[in-house]
């Protein structure tokens, strides 16, 4: 009795929030899934795999070296001063990996290293992609269409007006909390980056492009070095979500609507005609039949009535 009121208790709570829900188990399973990632690739340690080298393991370990200073990986000192691989390098690595940026500065070397990203990376990628649409989604109703339509209707300005001006705004608040204001921490931090090449740096990551050629947070003696990746992780990936959230808001635009209606094919129209023309018969056939069938039904359930034969009508009509 309990378990069923227990049950029925949970259900009623579950059932009014079942999107809610389902928004937040997404979001802490990709959260899972980043860590996850992480301590896979954070896992590929050296000295645990060889403990003593052999002529032809220390030349097989010098061309691995050699091969890693082609990606930046420092030969004489680490950047962290203990461990190119520790969590905090795996988490950005991972993240840039499953948002399809993929700045090169960083590649596993191992065999295994390389089949567990490609593992990875395939199931990762498509969970990235449901994960951002689902934000996105959810976002843009709050930034963009509510917004838009409570100018429209408690001031009775134009809704289309009110769209434009309201994706200028937009697109200014996240060049300016996205770009401007990033690029000036950026060059403040960085030792070497002026605000032009942080600027740079912002716009090839947000745009996954990702060339690599500049990496925050790969300084030698990089203060607080773990805490900066994590805070560039998570920059990373609000940054993308915004630039979705503007490019999904000026889609919706309703000049750009009848611009991208110009490259669109267009239906023909006596195929169009064709269509409706079979789908009327279709539903017309189906009501006749169900009509029919009515009737037959009607005819069953009626009662019995003795019918009289045709000599007796005429015998009547005579008399």
């Known amino acids: 009795m309990l378990q069923s009121l227990a049950g029925s208790s949970c259900v009623r709570l579950v059932e009014p929030h079942r999107s809610a829900w389902c928004f937040a188990l997404l979001v802490l399973g990709y959260l899972l899934y980043l860590v996850f990632g992480a301590v896979g690739f954070s896992s590929q340690r050296f000295l645990e795999e060889h403990a003593c080298l052999s002529e032809q393991q220390l030349e097989q370990f010098l061309m691995r070296v050699l091969e890693a200073s082609n ?37 596993p070397l191992s065999d295994g290293g390389k089949a567990f990203c490609i593992i990875y990376s395939a199931i990762g990628i498509p969970f ?48 300016s909390c996205f770009f401007l204001i990033p690029a000036a921490i950026f060059s403040v931090l960085e030792d070497n980056w002026n605000f032009l090449e942080s600027f740079y740096f912002c716009f090839i990551s947000l745009s996954t492009i990702g060339l690599g050629d500049y990496v925050p947070g790969e300084g030698y003696n990089q203060k607080f070095r773990e805490l900066y990746k994590i805070g560039i992780t998570c920059y990373l990936l609000l940054g993308l979500i915004a630039m979705l959230v503007v490019l999904e808001t000026f889609c919706e635009l309703h000049e750009l609507k009848k611009f991208r209606k110009l490259f669109y094919v267009k239906k023909d129209k006596e195929e169009d005609q064709v269509h409706i023309m079979e789908h009327d018969q279709l539903s017309f056939s189906s009501i006749s039949d169900q009509a029919a069938s009515m009737k037959d039904d009607q005819k069953a359930n009626e009662p019995f009535v003795t019918s009289q034969s045709p000599t007796s009508n005429d015998s009547s009509l005579n008399n």
Do not use: C, E, M
């Open 128 to 175: 990235t992609l449901l994960f951002l649409t689902a934000v996105v989604q959810r976002v843009i109703i709050y930034v963009t269409r509510r917004p838009v339509l409570y100018f429209h209707i408690r001031w009775g300005f134009s809704k289309q007006v009110v769209a434009i001006i309201h994706a200028v705004v937009l697109g200014f608040i996240t060049v």
């Open 71 to 107: 990606y930046g990986v420092s030969v004489l000192s680490n950047a962290s001063g203990n461990w190119n691989w520790d969590f905090t390098s795996s988490l950005f690595f991972a993240s840039t990996v499953l948002s399809t940026t993929g700045y090169g500065h960083t590649v």
